[in-house]
C-alpha cells in the first residue's frame, strides 16, 4: 500500500528555513513523481513544487522558485523540500503527493489528478 509521510514542519521566522521531509512505503521514489502542495487557511491548494521519478526533474511555483529546493535520497526512500527565505505569505499545511506517474510535466500543477496524499505538516512563519 502507497504511503507517504511528512515531517519536519514548525515555526520559522520571516527570512528563516526548514526542511520538510516526505517519507515513502509501498512504491520507491525513483518509481512515481512526487510533487508537494500546500494549503493556506482560506485559500485553494496549490502545487509548490515536483520531481519527476526517470530523471530527477524538478519544477516550482513561481512563488517559491530561487528560495525552495526539492530533492531525493533514494537510500531513505525519501524527499525533501528545503525551504528558504521563508516569507509571510508561506504558512500552510504542505502536503506531499504522488499521481503514480513518472513524470511531472510542465503544466502539472494543473493537470496532476492525485491519486496517493500525505497526511500534512504544517508550517508558520511568524516573528
Known amino acids: 500500500q502507497e504511503r507517504l509521510v511528512e515531517s519536519g514542519g514548525g515555526l520559522a521566522q520571516p527570512g528563516g528555513s526548514l526542511r520538510l521531509s516526505c517519507a515513502v512505503s509501498g512504491f520507491t521514489v525513483d518509481y512515481y513523481a512526487i510533487a508537494w502542495f500546500r494549503q493556506a487557511p482560506g485559500k485553494e491548494r496549490e502545487g509548490v513544487s515536483c520531481?519527476?521519478?526517470?530523471?530527477?526533474?524538478?519544477y516550482y511555483a513561481d512563488s517559491v522558485k530561487g528560495r525552495f529546493t526539492m530533492s531525493r535520497d533514494n537510500a531513505r526512500n525519501t524527499v525533501y523540500l528545503q525551504m528558504n527565505s521563508l516569507k509571510p505569505e508561506d504558512p500552510a499545511v504542505y502536503y506531499c503527493a504522488t499521481d503514480q506517474t513518472e513524470a511531472c510535466g510542465s503544466t502539472w500543477r494543473e493537470t496532476w489528478y492525485v491519486e496517493v496524499w500525505g497526511q500534512g505538516t504544517l508550517v508558520t512563519v511568524s516573528s
Open positions: 520531481i519527476s521519478s526517470s530523471d530527477g526533474s524538478t
